[in-house]
Each structure stands twice: as C-alpha cells, then as structure tokens.
C-alpha cells in the first residue's frame, strides 16, 4: 500500500510531528471509551502494541495517521469499512491489512458492530505504544485538535468489556498463547508477540503474521512468544 502524492506533501507540511516526544502512558488494565466505542491495549513490549477495538453500527474513527508506527488490522467479527485517502476497502471477518505510517485511514463499522485487532510496529526510536502519534485530519466528533487523553474517558470495569491481555497464561476461545507447534491448525492466524522467528536465515519481527506452514515445521518455539487466534467462521 503506498502514499498517495497528496498524502506526501501533508506528511511534509508536518514533519515536526514526527520528532515530537510524547510521554509513556500505561493503559494496561484500562478501558478507553471513545465516541465511537471503546479500546483496549491487549499487549505491549519495546517493538510493539496491541489494541482491541470495538465500534457499534454508522460509527468510525477519525481519518488519520500514524507517523511513528505501521499498523497491521485483523477483523476478528463483523463488516469493516476501510476508508482511505482515495478509495475504500470492505473487509469481512479473519481479513487482514497492512497500513503503513504515514497513511491516512479510517475504519467504520457497516455490521451491528465490529471487532477488530490493531497491531502496531514502532519505529526504531518509539519503544512504547504511544496513543498520540495521530494525526487527524477529519473527524466527525470533531477532536481533530485534541490530543488522546482529553478525547476518552477511563473505565476500570474490565469484564464489563471482556477484558483480556495476552500473556502466557492467555486460553480463551478466540484467543491463547501457543507453546508447541503440534496443536496449530491451519486456518487459524499466527501472531509473532516476541523473539526472533528465523526462517532459514530470514528473520521474522515481532507484530508480522506468521503462516502455518512455517510454524508447523519449527520444532522448537518455546523462545517464541505467539498468539494464535482462533478462525470461528
């Protein structure tokens, strides 16, 4: 997915956000509600972050960016619509896109509602999962000015909105940390959470998808941290 020329010349009007710092806020154990829903963070290390979404039907985020981390999502239920700066995707259930920084998106919920996994991948010098590298260009809730932690509201009820972190002790029936190669099924999608995935000298970051096939030829993975979500379609 590339940028748009028009995307290119914004980017280069604001170059400075790029160098901005911003500081570490830690939303373990948090609920974000935000106009459109709520968000969650799932996982973070040094490399990467996840979130999980959840928007209600006729509801989408702001049209923005990302100038410090790529952003890869996974539809784990319902109808997406993926607005971008000259066009729009519909993605369904277990689809996966890649999102480059830089370019401007927004997803909108066209089903009852959505589910969707965000995996953010740092740039060398972010070392967090920092929620105000964004850059709105239009918003219907009108925080195209605002910064994140003025745009939400915490709530603490974890299981209000089933609540969930994805470590070790992880086995739910969408979600589990795997700890052998044996159980995997093929339909079902791989995330690299930690380590190094060396594929015959190609080595596979933490945040990339990891096809099954790979996985299932590994024989020892017990340095890897990956999730494995489960294809309920």
Request: with cysteine; charged share 25%; glycine share 4%.
């Amino acid at each position: 997915m590339i940028l748009t020329e028009k995307e290119k010349e914004i980017i280069n009007n604001h170059t400075y956000l790029i160098e901005k710092k911003n500081d570490y806020i830690d939303y373990k154990n948090k609920i974000c509600l935000k106009p459109w829903g709520y968000e969650y963070l799932a996982y973070e290390s040094n490399k990467i972050g996840i979130w999980i979404l959840s928007l209600s039907k006729g509801h989408k985020t702001s049209f923005h960016t990302h100038l410090n981390k790529d952003t890869t999502f996974i539809v784990l239920s319902g109808c997406v619509k993926l607005h971008l700066f000259d066009e729009y995707l519909t993605l369904s259930e277990m689809n996966i896109i890649n999102i480059p920084k830089n370019k401007f998106h927004s997803i909108e919920c066209i089903s009852d509602e959505i589910l969707v996994m965000e995996i953010e991948i740092f740039s060398d010098h972010l070392n967090f999962s920092d929620k105000n590298d964004i850059f709105r260009l239009n918003d219907i809730y009108n925080r195209d000015l605002i910064g994140y932690e003025t745009s939400i509201t915490i709530s603490l009820e974890l299981d209000k909105y089933n609540y969930i972190y994805f470590d070790k002790s992880l086995n739910n029936s969408m979600f589990k940390i795997i700890d052998n190669s044996f159980s995997i099924k093929d339909n079902n999608v791989y995330v690299l959470l930690d380590g190094i995935f060396n594929n015959n000298g190609i080595y596979i970051n933490p945040g990339s998808i990891i096809e099954y096939s790979l996985i299932k030829n590994k024989e020892d993975i017990s340095s890897l941290l990956i999730l494995e979500i489960n294809n309920l379609i």
